[in-house]
């Protein structure tokens, strides 16, 4: 088994579109059981580093490793079967599917099959990851019925299916409302507290604080500071680069 400071390892990851810079030699790293936050301004690279990690793009140069394992060159679906899974930024469900369906889907892939569960136990946990998401309870509803909350939930529901060890969550709180931040903050620290590891994109940083073990602040693809979130709220470059001033945080 890999130590915990082997689980996630991004070495000099780069990312270059034509003459565009988007990730330049960013290195971080991300300890097993730790929740890292990854900020910066709009534009800055953090969903290329997503995509980056999860094979939705190939890497210009650098490694990404996990568990000691290279991921770089790998398909995403590959990337899911070692224990990865993610969500996006932009939903994007099966609009005319049910909310069940579209957690189901995620029992067609191969990480979910090699559990050897039957239809009926994998109609359990289905219902199970609703219900530890907050999703309706009418499951037999279509996707495209849902709230922009809701939608939110839907996407780390069919995450969730894969029972990842590494969960990438980006921009999980954009556009909720206060008490749906609330719910979506409260779920993330249950999940970590039942062993899954985060990595975690998120603009509203009085949230990411509350849950964060550390963070990774990036600005035009490259390692502004990382550190404790008071450590990098509070560093010079990012409060110039991403914060504008030193309480700018508080109202983000």
């Known amino acids: 088994m890999a130590q915990a400071r082997d689980y996630l390892v991004v070495d000099e990851l780069t990312k270059h579109f034509g003459g565009l810079a988007a990730v330049e030699k960013l290195s971080f790293s991300l300890d097993r059981g730790q929740i890292l936050g990854l900020i910066g301004p709009n534009g800055a690279g953090k969903t290329t580093v997503f995509n980056l990690i999860t094979g939705f793009l190939p890497a210009t140069a650098g490694r990404v490793s996990f568990r000691g394992e290279s991921l770089l060159g790998k398909k995403p679906h590959q990337i899911v079967n070692q224990g990865l899974a993610r969500t996006f930024q932009l939903v994007k469900p099966f609009p005319e599917l049910s909310l069940f369906d579209n957690i189901r889907v995620a029992c067609y892939g191969p990480r979910f099959l090699s559990q050897g569960l039957d239809e009926e136990a994998a109609r359990h946990r289905i219902l199970e990851v609703a219900e530890q998401v907050g999703l309706p309870k009418d499951l037999e509803q279509p996707a495209s019925a849902l709230g922009h909350g809701d939608l939110r939930l839907l996407d780390i529901a069919r995450a969730l299916m894969v029972q990842p060890e590494l969960l990438l969550l980006d921009e999980p709180l954009s556009g909720l409302s206060s008490i749906e931040t609330q719910a979506i903050v409260e779920l993330i620290k ?20 509350k849950v964060a073990d550390r963070i990774v602040a990036i600005d035009f693809g490259q390692k502004l500071a990382a550190g404790t979130p008071q450590e990098v709220v509070n560093h010079p470059a990012v409060v110039e680069a991403y914060l504008g001033t030193k309480d700018s945080y508080a109202s983000a």
């Open 190 to 209: 249950t999940l970590n507290q039942e062993g899954i590891t985060l990595l975690i994109i998120e603009h509203k940083l009085k949230e990411l604080m």
